[in-house]
């Protein structure tokens, strides 16, 4: 089974800031996604990062908020840019890997102040 | 698009008790999945089941595709399975997952 590592596994930000979280798979995956789960919520789709090109994003995910980048099949990077509160969530990666089985990432805490 | 709703919302449990959570989907899918978040935050995919019926030890689960709904069942419940149960379904073959909002578990020793 694929093991998807992320980091930063946490962080503290200041508002306005950017903050980019790195993806690493340790087999090769057909696709990438990026989640974001809100506080107590549930798990949002942002984009799916696609190999060498640009993401396709979701409906309420902008690239200029949330600029992803994938330069191969097993590393992806999403950054989220100018920061404000309601930023603070925990955001996931997750592979589609062998059989089409997905895998997350350990997923990364962010607190905006 | 696909609506998918969880119940309970919240569930607490002694341990040893049985339980089912239950997943209803508005529309007909490729992929229904189970997810389990650990206090931690981890997701760890439990079942992969569109379809029919799975065992796991002492989980379950039944995908009924006619009638829209699936059910995770946990026998004997440990201090571990404590998290949040997720369901997810896909449609068209588009990989993407949509996820419920989840059942909290909280299983007290």
């Known amino acids: 089974s694929a093991v998807i590592s992320q980091k930063p596994s946490r962080d503290i930000c200041q508002r306005g800031t950017s903050l980019t979280i790195q993806c690493q798979v340790d087999?090769?995956?057909?696709?990438m996604f990026w989640y974001r789960q809100q506080p107590g919520q549930s798990l949002t789709l942002i984009a799916t990062?696609?190999?060498?090109?640009?993401?396709?994003?979701e409906s309420g995910f902008v690239i200029d908020k949330f600029p992803i980048s994938r330069p191969n099949l097993t590393f992806s990077t999403l950054t989220v840019s100018n920061m404000s509160p309601e930023d603070s969530s925990i955001y996931l990666c997750?592979?589609?890997?062998?059989?089409?089985?997905?895998?997350f990432g350990p997923g990364t805490r962010l607190l905006v102040l | 698009g696909i609506q998918v709703e969880q119940s309970p919302p919240d569930l607490i449990l002694q341990e040893g008790a049985n339980s089912t959570l239950r997943c209803n989907f508005s529309?007909?899918?490729?992929?229904l999945q189970w997810f389990h978040q650990n206090p931690w935050g981890q997701l760890i995919n439990l079942f992969y089941?569109?379809?029919g019926t799975k065992q796991n030890g002492r989980l379950s689960a039944t995908t009924v595709a006619t009638e829209r709904y699936s059910l995770l069942y946990i026998s004997s419940s440990q201090t571990t399975d404590s998290g949040v149960y997720f369901c997810a379904v896909e449609q068209g073959g588009s990989e993407k997952l949509v996820f419920g909002k989840g059942t909290k578990l909280t299983v007290n020793p």
């Open positions: 997750m592979g589609l890997g062998p059989g089409e089985t997905q895998y």
């Open positions: 990062a696609n190999q060498g090109s640009e993401a396709t994003y």
């Open positions: 089941i569109p379809s």
């Open positions: 529309d007909s899918v490729n992929n």
């Open positions: 087999s090769q995956v057909t696709m």
